[in-house]
């Protein structure tokens, strides 16, 4: 399975946009790019899924180059709730039950 | 109605001793999992359990052990707890074919004592 590579912490203001940027130069062809938000005390959850270029639901925006080798997780107009560890995921989109393992997450702080 | 629903929510044992820690998930997957989430944050793979096929990662003692009664229930027992089996345990489920989004339980916190 493709290991990830994010920042560890970003720290950002209410109102901002936020970039969370991911590092997955090993990805497979049949790899899906998954990314989850994790609040304090509960498990992770599901934002945003991509294979490729751009995705965009009611949460966020996933970009995805040509390449593949990396994927950027966006946030439009954070808030204080918004305070959390995000972990994207490289696993193919029929895993079959094998290893799905994250990366060390990034610590996104939203300070007033 | 809870999708993947994980008991106790806070377990606090002495070592040695032997604990379960129970999961459910109603949402029809095929797929459960067991991570062990440490106090940097760090989600870890226990084990995979697919169509009564079970893969372990290697770096798990043996003292971990996760049983399935049938498709939607996959428990964790442990064996002799030792202080560095503290940390959040939590069971997630997928469904194979669907980009294998995770969905998972609210967490077991773990203190052994």
């Known amino acids: 399975l493709a290991k990830t590579t994010q920042p560890i912490s970003m720290d950002s203001y209410e109102g901002q946009e936020v970039n969370i940027t991911c590092s997955h130069n090993?990805?497979?062809?049949?790899?899906?790019i998954t990314w989850y938000q994790q609040f304090p005390s509960q498990g992770p959850r599901f934002i945003i899924q991509g294979y490729k270029t751009k995705v965009t639901n009611e949460v966020a925006s996933l970009f995805i180059p040509a390449d593949r080798k990396s994927s950027t997780l966006s946030l439009p107009r954070v808030s204080l709730s918004d305070t959390a560890v995000y972990y994207c995921?490289?696993?193919?989109?029929?895993?079959?039950?094998?290893?799905?393992?994250f990366g060390g997450g990034t610590r996104l702080m939203v300070k007033p | 109605d809870t999708a993947v629903s994980q008991t106790p929510k806070y377990l606090v044992t002495q070592m040695g001793n032997d604990k379960s820690i129970k999961c459910e998930q109603n949402?029809?997957?095929?797929?459960m999992y067991w991570y062990k989430q440490d106090s940097k944050k760090f989600l870890k793979i226990m084990f995979s359990?697919?169509?009564?096929?079970?893969?372990i990662n290697e770096t798990v003692p043996n003292r971990f052990s996760p049983k399935s009664p049938d498709k939607a229930h996959l428990n964790l027992h442990i064996n002799s707890l030792e202080l560095g089996d503290s940390a959040v345990y939590f069971c997630?489920?997928?469904?194979?074919?669907?980009?294998?989004?995770?969905?998972f339980g609210s967490g077991t916190q773990l203190s052994v004592l």
């Open positions: 090993n990805i497979a062809t049949n790899d899906y």
């Open positions: 359990y697919n169509n009564k096929e079970l893969i």
């Open positions: 997630a489920s997928s469904q194979a074919g669907t980009g294998e989004k995770l969905f």
């Open positions: 995921l490289v696993a193919p989109f029929n895993n079959a039950g094998n290893m799905l393992t």
């Open positions: 949402l029809g997957h095929d797929t």
